[in-house]
């Protein structure tokens, strides 16, 4: 039969095992949630060369004089001559694109001592666009027999489109994008490594991701038809003790 004394004596020996047992708990969730609170945020990267397999060649030139039907005959031979240029390299008429023409009346405004000799200034540009980039590179050398033509390149007064420098383009990205993002996870996910390394740590699952930026650019000013391709990601991963 249990006295009042001894129904005390077990009474306390309970709370202390609760307040033991919610100590162990609490103690557990806070490791937890301290657990979970740590990240590291790294960076990786990744970059190929690659050949540019599209090229946009815009040959902008202009005719001037005062006799408007003149300036547009020059006009028309200087856009065949070009068509020529491109049609005996071995490109398709339909590689072969003109812009609008522009006519510009250049005693409009101007008088006296500022009107210039010639009134009428009419522009145009002939693009060639093309996927043999090894073909356009080689006749890019023989640009200076149009000008032994007689066509004056160049766009009129600096305006119109192109500066006469092709474009070299790389259309094929998405082919090659998820390996360069894997590569460059993998570097984050290397860098993580290191750095939970060196804390003492290891580290868990991915808190958050971003691909970031896909850089293409001129592998250097000598060869724009190589490309370099970057990607960056950044990745948060989590930390375990």
Do not use: C
């Not at 066509?151 to 500066?163: C, K, N, S, T, Y």
């Not at 390394?197 to 896909?214: F, H, L, M, P, T």
């Amino acid at each position: 039969m249990s006295t009042p004394e001894t129904r005390s004596i077990v009474a306390a020996l309970l709370i202390a095992l609760g307040l033991l047992g919610a100590g162990w708990f609490g103690s557990q969730g806070l490791a937890r949630l301290k657990t979970a609170d740590r990240f590291v945020t790294v960076k990786g990267s990744a970059e190929t060369m690659v050949q540019a397999d599209l090229v946009v060649w815009p040959l902008p030139h202009s005719v001037g004089g005062n006799n408007l039907a003149d300036v547009q005959a020059k006009l028309d031979a200087n856009n065949a001559t070009i068509r020529t240029f491109f049609t005996r390299a071995g490109f398709r008429p339909e590689e072969i694109v003109m812009s609008p023409p522009r006519l510009e009346d250049r005693w409009a405004w101007s008088s006296g001592d500022n009107r210039p000799a010639e009134r009428f200034r009419y522009s145009t540009t002939v693009i060639l666009r093309t996927t043999d980039v090894a073909k356009a590179l080689a006749l890019l050398q023989r640009s200076g027999e149009l000008v032994s033509a007689g066509v004056m390149l160049g766009a009129a007064d600096g305006g119109g489109p192109g500066d006469g420098r092709p474009d070299f383009e790389y259309t094929r990205l998405n082919a090659i994008k998820p390996s360069l993002i894997a590569e460059a996870t993998a570097n984050a996910r290397t860098s993580a490594e290191q750095f939970a390394k060196d804390s003492g740590a290891r580290i868990g699952g991915i808190r958050s991701a971003n691909q970031g930026v896909v850089d293409i650019s001129d592998r250097d000013q000598g060869s724009p038809q190589v490309k370099k391709v970057r990607v960056v990601t950044t990745v948060e991963y989590f930390l375990k003790d």
